[in-house]
């Protein structure tokens, strides 16, 4: 007797994820995502409640010069670390197959592909759900750009309010919709990013929608540079911009956002990301059912490494 899709599904599940996982096919084959796991971005890690990220978010408040040899130092505690806190989102993709469907592909090898074809188009599906977004506000608790480095720069973000704390501001600027001050702009954003203290902390990737990407590169028509000739015989342009690799993704939109990959993260659970659960019959219908599941969060630890610069006409 022949097996049946859910026994063809058990087994395939792990052979198609691994698959799946080669460079070729990692993140449904969007360069955004490649370049988050590309600059070390994405995060596998045991969760808890809360996704804690600690802040060492100020100068030691007593530092001071001494006036004299003798002038008192201050004896208070120090009080130099806090932390920002999320809530972990999870996500979910169904797969449902019928009994009409086992007895219509009699055969082992009608299965399979069947099987193939469902997993293959779930983990894509689950993939493509998360790019979406990340350039969004919030998505049933999920956080995206838009949240994490708003266009006013400031916000509520992981338990931390900017309007207060502005240490937790992040920079932010407008281009004009012909492109004509994109550059100057980008370099501002840039530059407050990386707050004068080099490489190190400077915006290592930028990501954006097709639009500005492209107005962007038609200001740079006479010194276009590019990174990676791997990444163009892949069919992904990447731009540079000072020292950044500028991608982007067709959810991206008109803001371009300034990242660095210690300020923020695609943090998922090493238990649940891309689990599937078991295959149940449903009550009802000839039918089963299995799940992918994913629990993740988009954090951030430092917003003002990070910044935002969208287009003047449609920018809030």
Known sequence: MALTISQILAVSYPAVLADQRKAANQWNESAFMRELERQGAVVRQNLGPTIECPLDYRRNPGTDFLATDMTEVSQAKTEVITAASYTPAELSIPIVWSKGDDAKNPSENQKIALVKNLLENAIGSHDDAIE?????????????????????????????????????????????????????????????????????????????????????????????????????????????????????????????????????????????????????????????????????????????????????????
């Open 132 to 316: 979406q977004a990340l350039f969004t506000t919030s998505t049933d608790g999920f956080l995206g750009l838009q949240t994490l480095v708003p266009d006013t720069g400031q916000g509520s973000v992981g338990g931390i309010d900017s309007g207060t704390e502005t240490f937790w501001r992040n920079p932010n600027g407008d281009y004009a919709a012909n492109g004509s001050d994109i550059e100057s702009v980008f370099t501002t954003v840039w530059n407050s990013a990386a707050k004068g203290s080099g490489a190190g902390l400077a915006p290592k990737f930028m990501a954006s929608g097709a639009e500005p990407h492209a107005l962007f590169e038609s200001q740079q028509i006479a010194n276009q540079r590019y990174v990676n000739t791997s990444d163009l015989d892949a069919g992904f342009k990447v731009i540079a911009f000072k020292t950044s690799r500028y991608v982007f993704s067709q959810y991206g939109g008109e803001r371009v956002y300034f990242l660095h990959p210690r300020a923020i993260k695609l943090v998922v659970s090493r238990q649940y990301f891309r689990d599937r659960g078991e295959t149940m019959e449903m009550q009802g219908p000839n039918a089963f059912i299995t799940k992918i599941y994913s629990a993740l969060q988009f954090v951030t630890n430092n917003k003002s490494r990070l910044g935002v610069a969208g287009e003047s006409s449609s920018s809030s």
